[in-house]
């Protein structure tokens, strides 16, 4: 079965070091999606604050059991290693999260744009004093349905409106109904506490090697 999806690659509110795995682990999930016989495009890029270093990426992922192959790095990942950027620092677990999204023109429901209100809105949620204050959070709101789903993990608008989108996508082809997608808005809120203590994947030092 060919699917196509959409793989998501962030560091939340993660530091530098975060930031550092984001770009080492789409770089191997690029490169082991197209040893698997996938087409893999990178979407989009959101560049962190260090070279090299990435706030968040965007990956289309098309083939047969493209969504199972997702689905193995699906959850919180771990990079095990020294900081690069902070000489000293004890710290060296650094956790980034991945997520699986339907493209926005997957789907039994045609996803049209013109039937979408996007609204920009402040992001809310965990973090305190750490919560993105900018109005970069994104609400899409489907009007035939009334359905809604939101983004507000990334710092970029642009992404996040992507985001919102391709979690619309996903409740129409679901069929979802309005509780299904308050839950969603729910799950999607407590984004930023990226889970720690279970990662699915485990990366080692500079070379970003798993670890089996």
Known sequence: MSDRIWLQVTSGRGPAE??????????????????????????????????????????????????AFAERSRGSVLWICASPVRPGHKRKNWFVGVEVLSAPDTGTAELRIADVQVEAMRASGPGGQHVNKTESAVRATHKPTGLVATAREERSQAMNKKLALARLAAMLADGASAAAADAERDRWAQHDALERGRPVRTFDGPGFKERK
């Open 18 to 67: 975060c930031q550092l795995a984001v770009a080492k682990l789409a770089d191997v999930l690029e490169k082991e999606a197209r040893k698997a016989g996938l087409a893999c495009e990178v979407l989009d890029i959101v560049e962190g604050r260090e070279r090299g270093a990435a706030l968040s990426a965007l990956l289309s992922l098309e083939g047969e059991n493209a969504r």
